[in-house]
């Protein structure tokens, strides 16, 4: 069979829970599931949300106003705990997982699209898993807009 280049997208709605706080067991079986398809010889990117999610985990901000202020503190705060997260679960499976974060102006110039490409293929050249999300601090359109994560 011939290897393939997958993408897997796992938003919001898969890695919460009801009570909004991240599913640490789904992570791991998600972490698992991707170790057989690469033990398949295929290369796998991981495209996620969350990082608003497991910011929850970690801060109590006042969220009532919705301000963009507040979205921004959880977006930081739990984007170092979702990469830790993935970490820890691909760690498991003898796994190194890379964090890239992006924002749709990092694509319009051509010199950081290079840049992205050429990363993203030294990654999957090492067998290193990237974990690619929107950088929420930065790219602040979709928070501004509608408060939620770059689902």
């Known amino acids: 069979m011939k290897s393939k280049r997958i993408v897997i997208k796992i938003g919001t709605n898969v890695l919460q829970q009801s009570n909004g706080k991240l599913d640490h067991k789904l992570i791991g079986e998600l972490a698992a599931q991707i170790a057989i398809i690469r ?29 963009l202020a507040s ?13 830790q997260i993935y970490a820890d679960a691909f760690r498991k499976h003898k796994t190194t997982v890379a964090q890239i974060l992006l924002t749709r102006g990092d694509f319009g110039l051509r010199k950081s699209y290079l840049n992205i490409r050429n990363t993203l293929e030294n990654l999957l050249k090492y ?16 928070l501004d807009l509608n408060f939620g994560d770059n689902d």
């Not at 979205?71 to 990469?83: E, N």
């Not at 898993?129 to 359109?141: F, L, Q, R, S, W």
């Open 127 to 142: 067998k290193i898993v990237p974990i690619v999300n929107e950088n929420d601090v930065v790219a602040t359109e979709e």
């Open 39 to 67: 033990g398949h010889g295929h290369e796998v990117l991981v495209v996620t949300s969350g990082s608003v999610g497991a910011g929850r985990e970690l801060c109590s901000v006042d969220e009532s106003k919705n301000t």
């Open 71 to 83: 979205h921004q503190i959880l977006a930081s705060v739990g984007q170092a705990r979702l990469i």
